[in-house]
Structure formats: structure tokens, C-alpha cells
């Protein structure tokens, strides 16, 4: 959904905000956020009654033509939709008063707020302005009129804020894994491709545009995503495919512990059939106490297309490049030798290789760990490197994120791309290559759409309906901050 304007005066019906943005946040996260960003901006804030309400302190006049002084204050206001979905609204309230205006007197103030298309006076607050009342004194001689309108900028910024950071990574190190019992499926769980016979136009159903100005011997993709879509994982299908019918050797890089690699192989080489299914999920990858994304429904869809390619005679592998033991730099220092030396043993294959975007990017460091050396940085002198990063239309995906305690809850996520990456939904896809590389590491777009969730592999119906949440508390880096990768 997107964004809409409301203003404390009604528009033509061409103007009036169509629908609400909804985060998928608790209400106390979403204002969190809220307060830090009114707070970077300079402003204080007053104590409210209301909890899901925020009003900040009125800010010193701005000085206009004539004898006229201009007040400025935020009030937000939040609705709870449900435990992990709300609604924030950000309004800029003026106040105009003269300057020999010295008499004491009651002033209401009131903003329309909107839901839907509908308008109603919703937020009405009197303030006392009273020479003894307890509201501050510096409005104890205003008089005028009060206006207040809804802060879209502002409003687009707390998306930003909330729904465009890095995907969250769990590693889970050398934790004891307790015996699982055999997984009871219903048949509705599992794919089927195994049951499709080849199709006579082949299998590749999708053509991605600029791809081919790509590939060539020796190529090394590098695709950033933001975890737990169905469309990046797809899209992704789309591009092996595509570079499998050069026929050059093609190796699709998923950011799966390297501990999985003997379950996929043996899936890669199987029928596909729901016990071989079975046998893939066995590993502890899918089955962690908590979700990130990387264990998707769409990850999973993923391996098996590659399955159905090699059937099909194409040359596809599939590498597991992930590590489950280390973290930071350390980690994308052993992703990038695992590539770096299969690029020595086979200067030929065409490398596509997937994972959240902070780890493709070219550039060092990141907002909370400066020292940060990613994968791509070590792998940019490659003769033949493209970095891309997903370019969507906002949506929403399954993912993990911090929650006011700390402690790493994982559900479903807002997503609304950066503007660097934002693109309108219903477009055909497309790589566009940019002039200048981006100041954030990468060096081209891979188009995907609208963005929706692919919930993790091994939850069953009941489960997908109700979005579980998963609590625990994350490795710390250095700062007592969790690590996000």
C-alpha cells in the first residue's frame, strides 16, 4: 500500500490519500523510531496521556514578514492494528500569533486525520493558556489560528527507517541440536515438479532483459536481495536459466551452510519426489528455532528448479558457499576464498551467486560496524565481477528484525525499497547496468516487482495462516548491538 497525503483542509477528491501505510511493527517500535528521528531534528517532547500519541515540545518562532511570529510543533499519532501491525501518523502543527497580542485565552486546535478515503476530526486537544496552568508559558500569549498538516516527508523517512534496513542474519554457531522426530506431512506440502514431464518450449519461461549483454566465460554475478521474498529467489531461477542455455557451465551460489551441501547434491541428483524432499529438510539448517529468510519456501522452490535443469541436460550446480561458525568479517572473508579458488580451479563457469545485499556490496563498512569487510569488497578486482542489487516495489517479506528488548523476533517485514533501488510494480524483468557504480557498493539493478513474503520451508498450513514469531537473543558485536549478518 502506499503512502497518502492528508492535509487539515479538504482537496479536490484527485487529492485525497487513497490508503494508509501499514507497518508490519508494533505500535511502541514504530513510535521508537519516531521520537529518535523528531529527536535528530532538534525537538524535545512533552508528556502525553495517551501512549500511542507523541507531541513534542512548540519550537521558537520563525521570524516572517510584518508582526506576525510562526510556531511549530509535531504531533504523532499511532493506531494499533494489530500485535505486530500499526499505522503512524506524523503532524506538523503552526501556530500564527501577532506580537502585541497579549491577552489570555483558550485556544482549540484541532487536525483531520484520515483512514481509507474518509475524513473525520479524529485528534481534537484544547490547550490552557492560562497564566497558572502547567502547560509551558512560552504559548501563554499566543492567539491566532492553528494549522495542522500531515508530514509526508517525514512520514517517508520512518518507512525508510523501518522497512529498508539490511536483512537480518542468525548464525547459530555449534549449538547442540536435539533429535528431531520424523516429519508427518500432509501431500499438499510438497512440490511437484517431480511429476511434470519436460515442456516442449523448454525450461526457461521467463526472459530477463540485458542478461545477455552479461554473460560470457568466466562471469561472476553477484546478486544482493533482501531476505525472505518470492520474487527474489525467482527471479534469480529465471537468470540460471537463462545463462544455462549459453551452455556454459553455470553455478548458482545460495548462502546456505556448507554443511548442507551433501543433502543437496543428493536432492540435485534425485527424482525430487516427497521423500526426497524429506530428506533435504532434514538438515538443522531449515529447522532453526528461528527463520531469517535464507530457509524459504522460495529458496527451496529454488534448489528444486536447479534439480529439474539438471534433468532437463542442462549444466547447472549449486554450491552451498555459507558458513554456520563464523561471523562478520571473518565469514565473508571464507565466502570469498570458497569462490575465489573455484574460480581458479574453473576460469569458465558462470557464477551467479545470491545473498543479502550487505554482503555484495563492493564498498567497506556499514552504519553500525565501520570495519566491516564484505564479500564483494574481496572479490572486486575479479576481471569479470557484476554486482547487482534487487530493485522492487514496495511490499513485504518474511524476515528477522530487533525488537525494543533486543531480543530478534522474526514474522513478517515491511519492505520499501531506497530510492536508489525503488521501481513501480508490473514491469517485465530487466538488468540495467548503471553509468556510475552507486555509492553503496553495487553496480546495476536486477528488476523483481512487488515483493511478497515466502514464508520458511518447513512451516505447514496452520502455521503459514497465523505468521508465527520467533524470539532469541542474537550474537552481540562489539557495542552490545546485535549483528545483522
Same mark, same amino acid.
Given at each position: 500500500?502506499?503512502?497518502?497525503?492528508?492535509?487539515?483542509?479538504?482537496?479536490?477528491?484527485?487529492?485525497?490519500?487513497?490508503?494508509?501505510?501499514?507497518?508490519?511493527?508494533?505500535?511502541?517500535?514504530?513510535?521508537?523510531?519516531?521520537?529518535?528521528?523528531?529527536?535528530?531534528?532538534?525537538?524535545?517532547?512533552?508528556?502525553? $496521556?495517551?501512549?500511542?500519541?507523541?507531541?513534542t515540545t512548540w519550537k521558537s518562532p520563525?521570524?516572517?514578514?510584518?508582526?506576525?511570529?510562526?510556531?511549530?510543533?509535531?504531533?504523532?499519532?499511532?493506531?494499533?492494528?494489530?500485535?505486530?501491525?500499526?499505522?503512524?501518523?506524523?503532524?506538523?502543527?503552526?501556530?500564527?500569533?501577532?506580537?502585541?497580542?497579549?491577552?489570555?485565552?483558550?485556544?482549540?486546535?484541532?487536525?483531520?486525520?484520515?483512514?481509507?478515503?474518509?475524513?473525520?476530526?479524529?485528534?481534537?486537544?484544547e490547550v490552557d493558556l492560562r497564566p497558572?496552568?502547567?502547560?509551558?508559558?512560552?504559548?501563554?500569549?499566543?492567539?491566532?489560528?492553528?494549522?495542522?498538516?500531515?508530514?509526508?516527508?517525514?512520514?517517508?523517512?520512518?518507512?525508510?527507517?523501518?522497512?529498508?534496513?539490511?536483512?537480518?542474519?542468525?548464525?547459530?554457531?555449534?549449538?547442540?541440536?536435539?533429535?528431531?522426530?520424523?516429519?508427518?506431512?500432509?501431500?499438499?506440502?510438497?512440490?511437484?515438479?517431480?511429476?511434470?514431464?519436460?515442456?516442449?518450449?523448454?525450461?526457461?519461461?521467463?526472459?530477463?532483459?540485458?542478461?545477455?549483454?552479461?554473460?560470457?566465460?568466466?562471469?561472476?554475478?553477484?546478486?544482493?536481495?533482501?531476505?525472505?521474498?518470492?520474487?527474489?529467489?525467482?527471479?534469480?531461477?529465471?537468470?540460471?536459466?537463462?545463462?544455462?542455455?549459453?551452455?556454459?557451465?553455470?553455478?548458482?551460489?545460495?548462502?546456505?551452510?556448507?554443511?548442507?551441501?551433501?543433502?543437496?547434491?543428493?536432492?540435485?541428483?534425485?527424482?525430487?519426489?516427497?521423500?526426497?524432499?524429506?530428506?533435504?529438510?532434514?538438515?538443522?539448517?531449515?529447522?532453526?528455532?528461528?527463520?531469517?529468510?535464507?530457509?524459504?519456501?522460495?529458496?527451496? $522452490?529454488?534448489?528444486?528448479?536447479?534439480?529439474?535443469?539438471?534433468?532437463?541436460?542442462?549444466?547447472?550446480?549449486?554450491?552451498?558457499?555459507?558458513?554456520?561458525?563464523?561471523?562478520?568479517?571473518?565469514?565473508?572473508?571464507?565466502?570469498?576464498?570458497?569462490?575465489?579458488?573455484?574460480?581458479?580451479?574453473?576460469?569458465?563457469?558462470?557464477?551467479?551467486?545470491?545473498?543479502?545485499?550487505?554482503?555484495?556490496?563492493?564498498?567497506?563498512?556499514?552504519?553500525?560496524?565501520?570495519?566491516?569487510?564484505?564479500?564483494?569488497?574481496?572479490?572486486?578486482?575479479?576481471?569479470?565481477?557484476?554486482?547487482?542489487?534487487?530493485?522492487?516495489?514496495?511490499?513485504?517479506?518474511?524476515?528477522?528484525?530487533?525488537?525494543?528488548?533486543?531480543?530478534?523476533?522474526?514474522?513478517?517485514?515491511?519492505?520499501?525499497?531506497?530510492?536508489?533501488?525503488?521501481?513501480?510494480?508490473?514491469?517485465?524483468?530487466?538488468?540495467?547496468?548503471?553509468?556510475?557504480?552507486?555509492?553503496?557498493?553495487?553496480?546495476?539493478?536486477?528488476?523483481?516487482?512487488?515483493?511478497?513474503?515466502?514464508?520458511?520451508?518447513?512451516?505447514?498450513?496452520?502455521?503459514?495462516?497465523?505468521?508465527?514469531?520467533?524470539?532469541?537473543?542474537?550474537?552481540?558485536?562489539?557495542?552490545?548491538?546485535?549483528?545483522?549478518?
Amino acid at each position: 500500500m502506499s503512502v497518502g497525503c492528508a492535509h487539515s483542509q479538504r482537496g479536490s477528491d484527485s487529492e485525497l490519500p487513497k490508503y494508509e501505510h501499514v507497518f508490519q511493527k508494533p505500535l511502541a517500535e514504530a513510535l521508537t523510531v519516531t521520537r529518535q528521528l523528531l529527536e535528530e531534528k532538534g525537538y524535545s517532547f512533552e508528556e502525553t $496521556e495517551d501512549p500511542n500519541q507523541l507531541v513534542t515540545t512548540w519550537k521558537s518562532p520563525d521570524k516572517t514578514q510584518g508582526r506576525v511570529d510562526t510556531y511549530s510543533r509535531y504531533l504523532v499519532t499511532g493506531i494499533v492494528l494489530s500485535p505486530r501491525q500499526s499505522v503512524v501518523r506524523i503532524f506538523r502543527m503552526s501556530h500564527e500569533t501577532a506580537t502585541n497580542d497579549v491577552e489570555w485565552r483558550k485556544h482549540w486546535w484541532k487536525v483531520s486525520a484520515f483512514w481509507g478515503e474518509h475524513y473525520s476530526d479524529a485528534f481534537v486537544k484544547e490547550v490552557d493558556l492560562r497564566p497558572d496552568s502547567t502547560s509551558e508559558k512560552r504559548l501563554a500569549m499566543l492567539r491566532g489560528v492553528q494549522h495542522g498538516t500531515r508530514d509526508m516527508d517525514l512520514e517517508q523517512a520512518l518507512t525508510l527507517r523501518l522497512e529498508s534496513a539490511p536483512s537480518v542474519e542468525v548464525i547459530s554457531g555449534n549449538i547442540a541440536e536435539e533429535k528431531r522426530p520424523s516429519a508427518v506431512r500432509d501431500s499438499d506440502f510438497y512440490l511437484e515438479g517431480w511429476k511434470e514431464e519436460p515442456s516442449a518450449e523448454g525450461p526457461c519461461t521467463t526472459t530477463v532483459k540485458g542478461l545477455p549483454e552479461l554473460l560470457h566465460p568466466g562471469l561472476t554475478l553477484l546478486i544482493g536481495e533482501q531476505l525472505g521474498s518470492n520474487e527474489a529467489p525467482q527471479m534469480v531461477g529465471h537468470v540460471v536459466c537463462q545463462a544455462a542455455q549459453t551452455g556454459l557451465a553455470v553455478v548458482l551460489g545460495l548462502s546456505i551452510p556448507d554443511t548442507e551441501q551433501a543433502r543437496v547434491d543428493a536432492y540435485l541428483a534425485s527424482p525430487g519426489a516427497p521423500a526426497d524432499q524429506d530428506a533435504l529438510l532434514e538438515g538443522r539448517f531449515w529447522s532453526r528455532p528461528y527463520q531469517d529468510g535464507r530457509s524459504s519456501r522460495a529458496i527451496m $522452490e529454488l534448489i528444486d528448479r536447479v534439480r529439474a535443469l539438471r534433468t532437463a541436460g542442462q549444466r547447472v550446480s549449486l554450491v552451498a558457499y555459507d558458513t554456520d561458525v563464523l561471523r562478520g568479517s571473518e565469514r565473508d572473508a571464507a565466502q570469498a576464498k570458497l569462490w575465489t579458488e573455484r574460480r581458479a580451479a574453473k576460469p569458465n563457469e558462470i557464477h551467479i551467486v545470491m545473498a543479502g545485499n550487505t554482503h555484495t556490496r563492493i564498498e567497506k563498512g556499514t552504519e553500525w560496524d565501520q570495519g566491516f569487510t564484505p564479500m564483494g569488497h574481496l572479490m572486486k578486482d575479479y576481471p569479470s565481477l557484476v554486482v547487482l542489487e534487487m530493485s522492487y516495489a514496495q511490499g513485504t517479506r518474511w524476515g528477522c528484525d530487533l525488537n525494543r528488548d533486543g531480543k530478534l523476533a522474526c514474522g513478517l517485514v515491511g519492505a520499501t525499497p531506497a530510492p536508489k533501488v525503488a521501481a513501480r510494480e508490473g514491469l517485465s524483468p530487466y538488468i540495467q547496468r548503471l553509468d556510475v557504480p552507486a555509492s553503496e557498493g553495487f553496480q546495476g539493478l536486477l528488476y523483481v516487482g512487488k515483493i511478497t513474503p515466502s514464508l520458511p520451508a518447513i512451516l505447514g498450513p496452520q502455521e503459514a495462516s497465523t505468521g508465527p514469531s520467533f524470539n532469541l537473543t542474537p550474537q552481540p558485536r562489539t557495542g552490545g548491538t546485535p549483528r545483522p549478518f
